[in-house]
């Protein structure tokens, strides 16, 4: 089984756009795998200039924001890089593409850490953020899940947000939770 760290990735388009996506990285050897679908945006920036920032972030708004069009967060620059990181990031790596493995749905790009910094202490885990996580995760795939796992997932999620959340975790959640009524409306109108 594959580990996967769930970062905000940063990316740049050749015209120097900035495009930030939620997206697990894939250890393998001495490396990271960067696996986009196709088509996305995130896709086309790492293929036009190899090159992408891993932000490490406990921001659980900015996970559930850029599954809910809220994609514009601070930004900060990193010295010889052309792609800005998180300015809520606890931590960057830079990655540059060594390697791609081409596929019709899911290239693969195998990829080095060039660069890293350190930004902000880690304070801890907390179940309210990691719900968040899970519910962003579950929102990325709901046109692949039947409607009673959904639900299911949310009223489990919604547990840990009741008792552990803050205002920003309650924020996040709802921001997503409003994804997932829309799509289930949606699946229910077309039923």
């Not at 990271?32 to 490490?56: D, E, K």
């Not at 060039?114 to 962003?136: C, D, W, Y």
Request: one cysteine or more.
């Amino acid at each position: 089984m594959a580990y996967i760290r769930e970062t905000i990735l940063t990316t740049i388009s050749e015209a120097g756009e900035v495009h930030i996506a939620p997206l697990g990285i894939i250890q393998e050897k001495d490396g990271w795998v960067i696996a986009p679908f196709r088509p996305s945006t995130t896709l086309a920036n790492i293929a036009a200039n190899g090159l992408a920032v891993v932000n490490y972030t406990d921001e659980a708004k900015i996970f559930a924001g850029c599954l809910t069009d809220r994609k514009d967060w601070p930004l900060a620059l990193i010295e010889n890089c052309p792609v800005p990181r998180l300015d809520a990031a606890l931590a960057h790596d830079v990655l540059k593409v060594e390697s791609v493995t081409e596929d019709e749905t899911r290239p693969r790009y195998f990829c080095k850490v060039i660069g890293s910094g350190q930004h902000r202490p880690f304070t801890g885990m907390n179940r309210a953020k990691a719900a968040v996580l899970e519910a962003a995760i579950l929102v990325s795939r709901l046109k692949m899940l039947p409607a009673e796992k959904i639900e299911t997932e949310i009223a489990y999620l919604k547990i840990a947000i009741d008792k552990t959340a803050g205002p920003d975790e309650e924020t996040a959640f709802y921001w997503l939770l409003e994804k997932v009524i829309e799509h289930l409306a949606e699946v229910e109108g077309t039923s």
